[in-house]
């Protein structure tokens, strides 16, 4: 199981630090997403990260305003979201393999 949490309602500006808990497994062996999906848009990439942490991804609409990191001790993911805008709003969902969590929603007011 994958949980999200962290979301919430930020100005424009603001940051956020959304984190995703595994439960169940470990995430050790795994790279790790994540997507964001908005009202009448189709889901996107937004980051993901290698298994030991030696590689990572960021679409370009986040590339220096996010980053993502791991603690596999804590078998938790998490998103520092910096900059954001109102474009960041949307639900986040964090991805294992096959698997999504319920996600947790992002809503940056201008």
């Known amino acids: 199981q994958l949980v999200e949490s962290g979301g919430g309602l930020v100005q424009a500006g603001g940051s956020l630090r959304l984190s995703c808990a595994a439960s169940?497994?470990?995430?050790?062996?795994?790279?790790i997403g994540w997507f964001r999906q908005a009202p009448g848009k189709e889901r996107e990439g937004v980051s993901c990260?290698?298994?030991?942490?030696?590689?990572?991804y960021y679409a370009d609409s986040v590339k220096g305003r996010f980053t993502i990191s791991r603690d596999n001790a804590q078998n938790t993911v998490y998103l520092q979201m910096n900059s954001l805008k109102p474009e960041d709003t949307g639900r986040y969902y964090c991805?294992?393999?096959?698997?999504w969590g319920q996600g947790t929603q992002v809503t940056v007011s201008s």
């Open positions: 991805v294992l393999n096959v698997f």
């Open positions: 169940g497994f470990t995430i050790d062996d795994y790279a």
């Open positions: 990260i290698s298994s030991n942490q030696s590689s990572t």
